[in-house]
């Protein structure tokens, strides 16, 4: 309307929002109403394709969600703000039931980013082949199983494909889960008999429990209000974002920092990143921005690249915030990182310390894990799984993920701060002066090498590594020079 101002694009962090009145207020724990009659009840009156059934399982999960998972609930219920939409609107395209938005409750926790162990990753935890089966991008710096929109498309079709083959919704949230394998096996061993709570009982144990965690989650989704849950506010709110396409390949920190804006709120805009760079894409890979910094981002790209290479997208605006994450077997921090102070068995030293500061360490010659264990004063395990190794092979220049303590990264010990260190090499090491006094190295310049790339390999700042070689922003490296 005339004369009426719009609402901001993007609404940026300040000293009040930073801290939401959810952390000032807590949610009053209410004990919650319970009885076979209201649960039963509020389920049948879902409409639903999905038959949501009711038993002691399910009721025991909705009790679950309603006490010792209460303010996770909370947590996980601003999220749907972000997703639902997307979900339905993608669920109803291929003719399945809305009720399936509420998988992802059950598999991420709707944190865009969640990983599992076994490597399923994404809102919908698809697994790599599945993944590729539709299309989706995932290697080293792009996984697309954490874009909402192309994850959930490839889900839409998994589970299109799952129910042409049981042509029952609970075997087919089921095979979605465990796998058709798993869910054959368990109906031969019934007597193939297809009633999923009779044949049930011969799927592995942890499997039991997705149907009824699925029927709890639709439960809750639907009648949170009516048990005195509320949603957490989101410390940041997205108006509006549109799409840039980029073909150069670009550093999200560096480009955070030169359009003045909070990297954790660039990450989680773009989950599909995963190593916090893009590589070179000749289609142009899309990044989301809120629209207050477009003008920015051109401007930085057109900064490192006179010819413009970016190709404007504005088919989409949607409304996104960043709340404060919780997964259902820990806390994470707003941007669904895992809290120092609740760290796992997996991530804390011998004396119960928290391990909560990552480093890179560069196999060298001679190393074996078990040395390596003992230089971090950890186990061969932990670094197993930290890496999510099969076996106890490294190979020379191998880069491995440590978890280091706090007092430990203070010592300033070289097998500590390792990632420092200068990997062992046979090439023959002349051009690029490496700032290592008081014994000056170089480095050879290879194909596909960056500044930014030679500077992470051997942990400079890339700032100071330009200025030691009177290097230029535009200038470009030649390969084997010196």
Known sequence: MPGQTPPPAYVPATVENQIPRHKLISPPVIKPVRGEDIYKTRLAAIPSLIPLD???LVKGFIDMYLTDKRDQVSRMLSRTDDYFDTFESILDRYGLPLELKCLPIIESALIAHAQSETGESGLWQLPYKV???????ANDFIDERRDPQLSTEAAAKELSRLYRQYGDWHWVIAAYNCGEGTVNRAIQRAGNRRDYWQASAFLPIEAQAYVPLFISAVYIANYYQQHSITKYDAPFLYY???TIRVKRGINLKKTAANIDMNLNELVYLNPAIIRDSVPPSQRGYPINLPLSKLAPFEAYINNLDPNRDIILDRTKEKQIGIPENNVWNGNHDEFGNVLPQKA?????????TPRNILQEYTVRKGDVLGTIAEKFDCTVEDIKRWNK??????????????YITEAQAGLGNSDVTIDKTEPTTTENIVGISLLDPPKEKTYKVKTGDTIWS???????????LKKHNGIKDSQPLTIGST
């Open 54 to 56: 009711y038993n002691e």
């Open 131 to 137: 993944a590729r089966q539709y299309g989706l991008a």
């Open 240 to 242: 509006a974002t549109d």
């Open 344 to 352: 796992t068995a997996a991530k804390k030293n011998k004396d119960n």
């Open 389 to 402: 190794m099969q076996n106890n092979k490294v190979t020379i220049n191998d880069v491995l993920h440590i």
């Open 454 to 464: 030679i500077a992470q390999k051997f942990g400079i700042e890339p700032e100071k």
